[in-house]
């Protein structure tokens, strides 16, 4: 029980405490790429503490549903946390089923966002609400493909055992774990709203999907939102480097093994967004159903392995 504890007071600590770093070092490799010193590491704990000194502003045509967006963008991504195992084998909160409920997790806050976006009535959030959540039902999709595929592959339903098993499994199914990968690193980028699918530095262009729906928010429900963003970044780029790195050593190896992989995903993504342009709209669904057709395939492989 106290081991537990720590555990889940560890992981907590250290998500809350650090994922707002994870954009920083994403936009100052894109920075060292441009050939400019860029925003300082912390930009983002700067934003944070601006924007809650403010007041907020809120639109006449409002009603309380406006909040439940911001309230949805900070609870998630802290309950997914718990169900994830990060630096070790286990997670905070483990149980039969618990990849299921980390799945519609994000889907429930993907809901509430969509509902604050529609209470302002402003004809362009709803257009991005209707982008994200076309986007999401292929982006779901492909999630719950590769966690069949994990689930396929150690008998298990819960994340822990399932992200174990695979990143000790790499000699044994390695081809469709690298499908699985490959799904979810394109998943990662579409849930994250990054580049090529979405660039989260820009309010101004008709083509923006996520950033369209939260123009109205200011003040501390903006920094709930751009905070919750930073949580969403850091469990999704978790559950992508869980699935690669064997963790199995004492705490004290498997930790520091885990941030350098979070740092190098942060790495990979600033590498990313400063060779690749945005893709077209249509490119994004044919991107997504990529990914679907990686994670089908990843898990079919491992049905025949059987």
């Known amino acids: 029980m106290t081991r537990t504890l720590l555990l889940l007071l560890a992981q907590l600590g250290l998500t809350l405490a650090l994922a707002p770093l994870l954009p920083g070092l994403i936009n100052k490799v894109k920075a060292l790429f441009a050939g400019r010193v860029g925003p300082p590491v912390f930009q983002l704990y700067f934003d944070l503490a601006k924007l809650l000194r403010k007041q907020p502003v809120f639109s006449a045509t409002t009603t309380r549903a406006f909040l439940a967006g911001p309230a949805a963008s900070l609870a998630v991504p802290v309950a997914a946390a718990l169900l994830l195992p ?131 928010h200011s003040g501390p429900p903006l920094a709930l939102v751009l905070y919750g963003a930073s949580l969403k970044l850091w469990v999704l780029g978790a559950l992508v480097v869980k699935l690669c790195l064997p963790l199995r050593g004492p705490w004290w190896i498997d930790w520091p093994a885990f941030l350098g992989g979070m740092v190098l995903l942060a790495a990979a993504v600033g590498v990313t967004e400063s060779v690749m342009a945005r893709l077209k709209l249509r490119r994004v669904s044919q991107a997504l159903i990529a990914a679907l057709v990686s994670g089908t395939f990843g898990f079919l492989l491992l049905l025949l392995q059987a």
Do not use: K
Not at 104 to 112: D, I, S, T, V, W
Not at 153 to 169: I, R
């Open 86 to 216: 990060m630096g070790g084998p286990r997670a905070p909160l483990g149980f039969a089923g618990d990849a299921i409920v980390f799945a519609y997790l994000f889907g429930a806050a993907r809901f509430l966002v969509i509902l604050s976006a529609l209470d302002t009535g402003s004809s362009f959030e709803g257009m991005g609400a209707a982008r994200e959540a076309t986007f999401a039902v292929l982006a779901e999709t492909a999630l719950f493909m590769g966690l069949a595929a994990l689930a396929r592959f150690s008998g298990q339903v819960s994340l822990g055992p399932m992200l174990t098993a695979a990143g000790q499994g790499w000699r044994l199914a390695g081809g469709p774990l690298a499908l699985v990968l490959a799904a979810w690193a394109i998943v990662f980028l579409v849930e994250n709203c990054r580049i090529p699918f979405d660039d989260p530095n820009t309010h101004l262009e008709l083509t923006m999907i996520h950033e369209v729906m939260v123009l109205d």
